[in-house]
Every structure is written in C-alpha cells, then in structure tokens.
C-alpha cells in the first residue's frame, strides 16, 4: 500500500537550532517525493522534490531508499520557518501524479 | 505570477443540500485535482481530471461527488447531497504536464450542518 508517514505532529525548536522532520514512505514502486509547506493563512506550496536535488531556503531533504525515508532537514532554524510541513509521494507509471499526503508536521520556532 | 483560485472561501450549507465549490486553475494547466483535508487529518486525493474526463479517482470520491469542466476555465467539484462527514477543506490544483508541481488554491472550507 502507497502511504507516507510523519511520525511528529509538532516539532519545537529555538531559533538557531538544527531542525529535522521527519518522513517515512512505503512504495512498491520508484515514487517521486516531495515536501510541501503550508504558512499561516496561505496555500499549499512546493518546498523542494528529491529528483532537483535544490536547497530551497536552507532546506534539504534526501531521498534515502534502504530506508524509505526523505526527511527534510535544515541546519539553522529560523522563526519565518514556522509552518506546518507536509511531505507526500507521487507514484511512477499512474494514469496520473497524484500526491499521497503525510499527516503533517507543525514546526514551531521559538525566539 | 499565477494563482490557483478557488470559490467560495467558506461555504456553509446544510445535510442534504448539493454544493458546488468552484476553482479557476492556472490557464495553461492540462492537469486538474481536488483534494480535502478534514479538520486534524491529512490532505487526501479525491479525483484527477485531464482531456476533459477523469483519469483517475479514490474510494472517497463516490457517486455523491462529480467534477466539470463547463466552460474552459473553471473546474467545479459537485457535491450532490451532502453529509456531515462532507465538512472539511477542499483544495483544488492544477499542473501543467505529468510530472511537474501541482500548484494548489486557497481552499474552500465546506461545513455541513
């Protein structure tokens, strides 16, 4: 079965420190990942997919397959950062690339 | 830059009614979805539309629910009588090929009393 996993539901760090959210996947196939984020008050929106490889403000996920994980990643984290996170798979060879949604991590940061 | 758009913002109607809920996708998309997030669960995949018919849809999407395309621009998600369980965010999206990001609209909050 497709599913994506986000073990947190709310992650609190200090402004400055390491953040790391984490994300699990289950897949039979070669999926495409994907986190999205979601600030206060605005849209769904694309943070990074593993296939660029970008660091999108300061943010990185990579795509370890042994462990079916794609946790996202970032060394310095700031308030503007707070938001809550959603990582989501999208499966190879469908009639189409819909995305299967993880239940979402709220990162909070603390001044 | 373009926005997905949806309407209404908020829509409140009761067990029973039909609904509509509208979105205006970006105009050169091909692609289109809905998607809903009920209050404190995932967001979950409803239905994709694509050359003007479905091309693929979940369990959840039952004979209750349909999509249109009627004119060109908008795409509407139908909701033909709705139930309490119905209440939650509905997000439309579009993507202009296979496999490039879906950019999502603002969402509608559905809420069926």
Same mark, same amino acid.
């Given at each position: 079965?497709?599913?994506? @996993? &986000? ?16 994300? %699990? ?16 008050? &605005?849209?769904? &929106? ?17 795509? %370890?397959?042994?462990? @079916?994980?794609?946790? =996202?990643?970032?060394?310095? !984290?700031?308030?503007?950062?707070? !938001?809550?996170?959603?990582?989501? =798979? ?6 189409? %690339? ?7 991590? =709220? =990162?909070?940061? &603390?001044? | 830059? +373009?926005?997905?758009?949806?309407? +209404? ?15 205006? +996708? ?6 289109? #979805?809905? #998607?809903?997030?009920? $209050?404190?669960?995932?967001?979950? /995949?409803?239905?994709? /539309? ?19 395309? +009627?004119?060109?621009?908008? /795409? ?7 139930? $309490? ?17 879906? /950019? ?5 909050? $559905?809420?069926?009393?």
């Amino acid at each position: 079965a497709q599913r994506v @996993t &986000q073990p947190e539901k709310l992650l609190s760090v200090f402004k400055g420190a390491p953040v790391e959210l984490k994300c %699990n996947y289950s897949y039979s196939g070669s999926p495409e990942l994907f986190w999205y984020v979601q600030y206060s008050r &605005q849209r769904l &929106q694309l943070l990074l997919r593993h296939i660029s490889r970008e660091s999108i403000k300061g943010f990185t996920a990579d795509l %370890n397959k042994g462990e @079916t994980s794609f946790h =996202l990643k970032k060394p310095f !984290a700031q308030e503007e950062d707070s !938001a809550m996170y959603y990582c989501a =798979l999208s499966g190879d060879g469908g009639a189409t %690339n819909k995305l299967i949604f993880g239940t979402g991590t =709220l =990162l909070a940061v &603390q001044p | 830059e +373009p926005e997905v758009t949806q309407t +209404p913002s908020h829509q409140v109607t009761q067990m029973g009614q039909e609904v509509i809920l509208r979105c205006v +996708p970006i105009s050169n998309h091909l692609y289109f #979805y809905w #998607y809903r997030q009920i $209050l404190g669960q995932k967001v979950e /995949f409803l239905v994709s /539309f694509y050359n003007n018919e479905i091309s693929e849809k979940s369990e959840i999407f039952d004979d209750q629910f349909s999509v249109e395309r +009627p004119d060109g621009s908008n /795409f509407t998600l139908k909701i033909r009588s709705t139930k $309490l369980e119905d209440s939650a965010m509905y997000f439309c999206a579009s993507s202009g090929q296979m496999n490039t990001e879906a /950019f999502f609209g603002q969402g509608t909050r $559905l809420t069926v009393v």
